[in-house]
């Protein structure tokens, strides 16, 4: 079921957004530390043209056993918004997850900052054991 026939107007990125952070993230529940999968960090960039929504993630794990049910998850609470016709999720090739891209981590995004846009690395600061950060 799509939001609101062809005709509704395309949702507003603030709702998209909004309804990303009711996304749980896997790791976290079963950790009881619930997070969302933008608190996670894991939402790289959000698309939407004309109805149709393209997210990609970045998995602290390319190899995620949590995708499909994720993927799935995203594209029932996208299609529930006015104006959400077809969604996409696929997974980034390029971009790496770190600690860093948790929000409320040290140097991490902000509560209500948007995704970055694809390619668009944060920094990762390299650790030398022997000679502290680099």
């Known amino acids: 079921m799509t939001g609101e026939g062809p005709d509704a107007p395309a949702a507003s990125p603030e709702r998209i957004r909004a309804a990303l952070r009711t996304v749980p993230e896997p790791c976290g529940l079963l950790m009881r530390t619930p997070l969302d999968i933008c608190e996670m960090g894991l939402v790289e960039e959000v698309h939407e043209e004309a109805?149709?929504?393209?997210?990609?993630?970045?998995?602290?794990?390319?190899?995620?056993?949590?995708?499909?049910?994720?993927?799935?998850?995203?594209?029932?609470v996208?299609?529930?918004?006015?104006?959400?016709?077809?969604?996409?999720?696929?997974?980034?090739?390029?971009?790496?997850?770190?600690?860093?891209?948790?929000?409320?981590?040290?140097?991490?995004?902000?509560a209500d900052s948007a995704?970055?846009?694809?390619g668009t690395a944060l920094p990762v600061r390299a650790v030398d054991s022997a000679r502290g950060a680099s």
């Open 51 to 76: 109805g149709r929504v393209r997210v990609t993630l970045v998995l602290t794990d390319p190899s995620c056993v949590h995708f499909d049910g994720m993927r799935r998850y995203i594209t029932d």
């Open 78 to 110: 996208l299609l529930a918004l006015p104006g959400v016709r077809a969604v996409e999720v696929t997974v980034s090739r390029t971009v790496l997850w770190t600690p860093d891209r948790r929000q409320g981590a040290g140097g991490g995004r902000a």
């Open 115 to 118: 995704p970055v846009i694809a």
